[in-house]
C-alpha cells in the first residue's frame, strides 16, 4: 500500500498588489519635469487602469499631446493650465489648482502648463491598460499640410513656430507671455475636487470624498470615477468593498495600512508610504488605517466605473475607529468572518484599540 503524500499548497503574496512609484524609471529632463509610468507590464494587478507620476517644474510644461484613452488627473502641490484643443479652431485654458481635477478626452490635443512657483505634482490615470502618448513633434510631420497650418493658427508658440521634430518632446519651456487666451472659470474639464461635498466628514476622524458621473458629468460612460481619503492619525475605517469597481489607491501624503481579504494569501496587510500604489479587485474587502501617530494620511483613489458602489461591515456607509488597531485582532478576525456562514457578519465586533 502506497503511502499518500500531502502536497502544501503554496500561499501567495499581498505585495502583488503594491507598487512603489519612486523606484521605477522615470522619463524626461531634470530642467523641466519628472514622468513616471505604471502600466500592466511593470504593474500586473493594475488591469484596468494606467497611471502616471508626472513632476513639472516651474515655467515648464508637458509638451502638447494626445492619448488613445481618456485622462484623469490630481493637483497633489502647485498648480498648472491645461490647454485643450478640441478641434483646429476651438481650444480652452483652465486652471487646476491644488485639490483640483481635470479630465482630457480620448483624441483630444493638449498640453499641461505649469503656473505656480512650485514644482507641480499630479497624479495622473488612464482608462487604459495600454494607452499610447501622440505628441505635436508626431502629429504635425504626419497630418495633411492644410491641417497643419490651421493648428499653427492657434495662439500657442510651439505650434506657431513648430518647424520639425522637437528633440524633447516629453517636456519643454512654457511660453506664458505668448499665452493671452483668457483662463475658463467654469469648464467641464475641471472640478473643484477637494472642496466637493464629502461623502464622510468628522473634524477628529477625517473625511472622504467620492466623485462620480452624478457629481462631475463628463465621467459618464468613462469607466472613471475619483476619490479623496483624508484619515487623521491613528483612525481607520471599518471594512467595506466596492460592487462593481477596482480601485487603485494612491499614498500622498503619510503612511498607510491596507488590509486586504483574499483567499490563498499568506498575509493580510499591505504596509504603504507616499509615492506608492496599492490596487484594490472590486468585490474585495478591505480596510484602511493611518499607522502614524501624528501625521494625517492623504490618497487620490481611481474607480473603475463611472459610479461608485461602496458596501460597508458596518451599519452607517463608512464607519471610522478612533484608535490603533491589533493587527493579530484585525487580520484574524476578517479572515474568520469571512470564512463564517453568517451572511451580515453580525458578529464582527468594531475596531478598537490597541
Not at 68 to 92: H, M, N
Not at 164 to 175: A, I
Not at 257 to 271: A, R, V
Not at 280 to 294: D, E, G, L, M, Y
Request: charged share 20%; with cysteine; proline share 5%.
Amino acid at each position: 500500500m502506497k503511502n499518500k503524500t500531502k502536497t502544501k499548497k503554496t500561499k501567495k503574496s499581498l505585495a502583488n498588489y503594491k507598487l512603489d512609484v519612486f523606484k521605477l524609471q522615470n522619463y524626461g529632463l531634470h530642467k523641466y519635469g519628472n514622468a513616471i509610468p505604471v502600466n500592466k507590464t511593470i504593474f500586473p494587478a493594475l488591469t484596468t487602469f494606467t497611471a502616471y507620476y508626472v513632476e513639472i517644474y516651474d515655467e515648464s510644461m508637458r509638451c502638447i499631446h494626445l492619448h488613445d484613452s481618456d485622462e484623469v488627473g490630481y493637483v497633489a502641490e502647485g498648480a498648472i493650465e491645461v490647454f485643450i484643443w478640441e478641434s483646429e479652431t476651438v481650444y480652452t485654458k483652465v486652471l487646476i489648482p491644488q485639490g483640483n481635477s481635470w479630465f482630457i478626452p480620448r483624441g483630444t490635443l493638449h498640453s499641461l502648463n505649469n503656473v505656480s512657483k512650485e514644482h507641480a505634482v499630479l497624479w495622473v490615470a488612464f482608462n487604459s491598460t495600454t494607452p499610447s502618448d501622440t505628441d505635436v513633434a508626431v502629429i504635425l510631420n504626419g497630418i495633411p499640410k492644410y491641417l497643419k497650418n490651421a493648428y499653427s493658427a492657434s495662439p500657442h508658440s510651439i505650434l506657431k513656430n513648430f518647424i520639425g521634430t522637437n528633440t524633447n518632446y516629453f517636456f519643454n519651456d512654457y511660453p506664458k507671455n505668448e499665452l493671452n487666451i483668457k483662463v475658463s472659470k467654469s469648464s467641464p474639464y475641471s472640478f473643484n475636487t477637494i472642496d466637493s461635498k464629502p461623502t464622510f466628514s468628522n473634524d477628529s476622524l477625517g473625511k472622504i470624498i467620492h466623485v462620480d458621473k452624478e457629481k462631475w458629468p463628463i465621467l459618464k460612460d468613462k469607466n472613471f470615477s475619483v476619490g479623496l481619503f483624508f484619515l487623521k492619525p491613528n483612525v481607520s475605517t471599518d471594512c467595506f468593498w466596492h460592487l462593481n469597481n477596482d480601485a487603485l489607491y494612491i499614498i500622498y501624503e503619510g503612511n498607510a495600512d491596507i488590509y486586504m481579504i483574499m483567499s490563498g494569501y499568506s498575509n493580510n496587510k499591505l504596509e504603504l508610504k507616499k509615492g506608492q500604489y496599492c490596487f484594490v479587485p472590486k468585490a474585495t474587502p478591505h480596510v484602511i488605517k493611518n499607522r502614524s501617530h501624528n501625521t494625517e494620511l492623504k490618497m487620490i483613489v481611481y474607480y473603475s466605473d463611472d459610479t461608485i458602489k461602496q458596501i460597508s461591515l458596518g451599519p452607517s456607509f463608512l464607519f471610522f475607529g478612533d484608535g490603533i488597531i491589533q493587527d493579530s485582532f484585525i487580520t484574524n478576525k476578517l479572515v474568520q468572518a469571512k470564512k463564517s456562514k453568517s451572511k451580515t457578519f453580525k458578529n464582527i465586533p468594531r475596531l478598537i484599540k490597541a
